[in-house]
């Protein structure tokens, strides 16, 4: 499967986006999804991953701000981020697993991701 993500730009403390990531070559039904974020000298990291039957996780720092949905009609996942803080400023990636559910928080068990974009946020 090969992923294309968009919708990070620059948006001012508070502020709000939805990242999209369309999917293509296989279908979205056979994957687990993820969105992690990274920074420069850190760790890709959990924000949130939907299962393939939709259950939903996210890492508490997400919690109450962050919305992960799915539609695998449209081969495509989302997520929504809502109140961003500056610290939420990092390249944003989604990622496609055929791991167990469990494993949904762990970037090692993502085979395919997409190439990132950028989410810039101003205080």
């Known amino acids: 499967v090969q992923l294309q993500a968009c919708g990070g730009g620059l948006v001012q403390a508070g502020g709000s986006l939805r990242l999209s990531c369309a999917a293509s070559?296989?279908?979205?039904?056979?994957?687990?999804m993820g969105w992690f974020r990274q920074t420069p000298g850190k760790e890709r990291e959990f924000i949130a991953g939907?299962?393939?039957?939709?259950?939903?996780y996210y890492a508490d720092s997400a919690k109450g701000r962050t919305t992960i949905s799915r539609d695998n009609a449209k081969a495509a996942a989302y997520l929504q981020m809502n109140n961003l803080k500056s610290e939420d400023t990092a390249i944003y990636y989604c990622?496609?697993?055929?791991?167990?559910?469990?494993?949904?928080?762990?970037?090692?068990?993502?085979?395919?991701w997409g190439q990132g974009t950028l989410v810039t946020v101003s205080s």
């Open positions: 990622g496609a697993s055929r791991a167990v559910l469990s494993a949904i928080r762990r970037a090692d068990a993502y085979a395919y």
């Open positions: 939907i299962g393939r039957s939709g259950g939903i």
């Open positions: 070559g296989e279908t979205l039904r056979n994957f687990q």
